[in-house]
């Protein structure tokens, strides 16, 4: 059975790379933080607010919020492109997602840390949310708890029940993740020798995939 070019391992393993280097990429050069998921964002809103500290709380309202917006944009997008060719709305995304990047590396140094880590809370979301299947598993591109999740238990049924197949879904969750990390060790001397401008290497590997999406 054919998959779908936006559903196949070359498109996750070039977007989980790119979901591993911004981690990095917020992480030394935008305050220390990270910008992908909102677990943590939504641990410290709860305990700024237990604490009564109103005005730290909603700072952290911010990225979640943010977040949640790039889920709402891409289910727009994904209504109008029904009945489109397979991959053509994640398409639309990743020339976004490309396009704004291009313009974060622009941004000076002295550009305010929390403009751009919302502005990657923003599109990270749409990453995520735009590619959710990888040959029919259900994954993520720009976070590694569910992947490692579902892989194990994957690797679980293949060690236990001898299902061969299971054993090959574990290897791929465990590419994904793999990828990832590849991508977030990449970033540190990248980040470190071109400092900003290093987030334009993302944009080359969403390219690469609005590319490869655009010869199926």
Known sequence: MSVPRHEALPTALLLAAVGGFLDTYTYFTRGGVFANAQTGNMVLFSIAAARGELLRAAYYLIPIAAFALGVLVTEGLRARGEGAPPGRWQRTV???????????????????????????????????????????????????????????????????????????????????????????????????????????????????????????
Not at 103 to 118: E, I, K, Q, R, T
Not at 158 to 167: H, N, Q, S, T
Not at 178 to 205: I, K, M, N, Q, Y
């Open 94 to 216: 990743l020339l976004l997602e490309a396009g704004i990047l291009g313009v974060v590396g622009l941004l000076p140094a002295s550009f305010p840390d929390p403009a751009v880590n919302v502005t990657i809370s923003f599109l990270c979301s749409m990453q995520v949310n735009s590619f959710r299947q990888l040959e029919g598993l259900p994954y993520a591109t720009t976070m590694c708890t569910g992947n490692l999740r579902s892989g194990s238990g994957q690797l679980w049924r293949f060690l236990f029940l001898r299902d061969r197949e299971a054993g090959q879904k574990a290897l791929r969750y465990l590419w994904v993740i793999l990828v990832f990390c590849l991508g977030a060790g990449v970033g540190v001397p990248l980040a470190a020798c071109l400092g900003g401008t290093s987030v334009w290497f993302c944009s080359l590997g969403l390219l690469a995939v609005w590319a490869w999406l655009g010869t199926g």
